[in-house]
């Protein structure tokens, strides 16, 4: 009976800080998530910008010079 108090108090301690550590633990995984996305959606801009400072550069290209 005194073990299995014991065993109980220790878990009773012990399940705030069980808690908050996975709350934590959620909370960086969500972060991380969200960073990829944003870096994901960084990198489709910057495509999209090359793609049109290319395009600039072509149709320059193909004008005849002036002067």
């Given at each position: 009976?005194?073990?299995?108090?014991?065993?109980?108090?220790?878990?009773?301690?012990?399940?705030?800080?069980?808690?908050?550590?996975?709350?934590?633990?959620?909370?960086?995984?969500?972060?991380?998530?969200?960073?990829?996305?944003?870096?994901?959606?960084?990198?489709?801009?910057?495509?999209?910008?090359?793609?049109k400072?290319?395009?600039?550069?072509?149709?320059?290209?193909?004008?005849?010079?002036?002067g």
């Open positions: 009976m005194e073990s299995e108090s014991s065993i109980l108090g220790y878990i009773i301690s012990r399940a705030p800080f069980t808690i908050y550590l996975a709350a934590q633990l959620w909370v960086i995984s969500w972060l991380a998530f969200k960073l990829i996305r944003v870096q994901q959606q960084m990198v489709r801009a910057q495509e999209g910008i090359l793609a400072l290319t395009d600039i550069d072509n149709r320059m290209a193909e004008r005849p010079k002036q």
